[in-house]
């Protein structure tokens, strides 16, 4: 029995998909609820999988082609079973050693392929360790962590055509477009203005440092970090100031309830921000194993849209490249971003004394048609305030 493949149903803020990646082939056997093709939308990469046992037998849309929601991407033949391999393996043995090299090729599967091109390697050089040594997009994966990992060849290694001009062209992403396109707009269509501060991590470091070892064993492993602090204290100071926690919309301004924060997570197709619902009501230990679930899901490219849509206010944290300070841009319809950096040790004069401190500098954007420069600095300082003396967010002062 013949059983269409289609994409999945698109939300109504997503138009249309791209077919990223068939994982299978015309022919190729497919087990229940095994990743026949990824489509990938202006948001995440969405997985369409095998409802049944059988046998792809046709594909109606190939990969960079646009499809539309539900729209059919090819045939699954239920039941039936996949053909023996043309070559028999006595041929396979009589092949020459020296040919091996032009058969590799043909044994990377679509995304192994994909990866190896947009990562410059040598397709005949991944080891295989699929059916056949068939090359898997794991193994890609793996070949191409492996060279991030490897150093620099050194100025002798490079080719002896020093007058070579190297460029190379690649089509943006749709995820990469998207962002660029919202950067622009979030510029263009708002009075974006941001203020800076700086904060003394001393105290929050002193109390990590004395409880992290308890705090992981209590909670299974989630670890305590500085973002689960800066959350917290953002949630309080947006309490404080509602405007911050706004949106525009057309001519109205929407005062939220509840603080949905954004944590900005970067990944290898662009920097994402899946959503804290509710963050007001989390734990520091709930606060961090979400996010450390979110890094993983971005980093795998699960995460679903239901986990980046909405959102009343953002975190970004450029410290972990090593940014010492950056003006984040605010995502629209949003009102205001919160840019944490890196912990610098620099000498800060207290009671008359030079004394070395572990310092941070925040930057808040914000949208100037809603959010007074007085309403703004005023957030920045209570989260300040908070963090310096973490106290205060036990006892509401």
Sequence with gaps: MAIEIKAPTFPESVADGTVATWHKQPGDAVKRDELIVEIETDKVVMEVLAETDGVLVQIAKNEGDTVLSAEVLGTLEAGAVAAAPAAAPAAVEAAPAAAAPATSEAILSPAARKIADENDLDRNAIPGTGKGGRVTKEDAVAAADAKKAAPAAPAAALPALAGERI?????????????????????????????????????????????????????????????????????????????????????????????????????????????????????????????????????????????????????????????????????????????MHKIQERPMAVNGQVVILPMMYLALSYDHRLIDGKEAVSFLVAIKDLLEDPARLLLDV
């Design 167 to 339: 460029e190379k062209r690649v089509p943006m992403t749709r995820l990469r477009a998207k962002i660029a396109q919202r950067l622009v707009e979030a510029q263009s269509s708002m009075a974006m203005l941001t203020t800076y501060n700086e904060v003394n991590m001393k105290p929050i470091m002193d109390l990590r440092n004395k409880y992290k070892d308890l705090f992981e064993k209590k909670h299974n492993g989630v670890r305590l970090g500085f973002m689960s602090f800066f959350v917290k204290a953002a949630t309080e100071a947006l309490k404080r100031f509602p405007a911050v926690n706004a949106s525009i919309d057309g001519n109205d301004i929407v005062y939220h309830g509840y603080c949905d924060v954004g944590v900005a997570v970067s990944s290898d197709r662009g920097l994402v921000v899946p959503v804290l619902r509710n963050a007001e009501d989390m734990g520091l230990a709930e606060i961090e194993g979400t996010i450390m679930g979110y890094g993983k899901k971005a980093r795998d490219g699960k995460l679903t849209i239901e986990e980046m849509t909405g959102g009343t206010f953002t975190i970004s944290n450029g410290g972990v490249f090593g940014s010492l300070l950056s003006s984040p841009i605010v995502n629209p319809p949003q009102t205001a971003i919160l840019g």
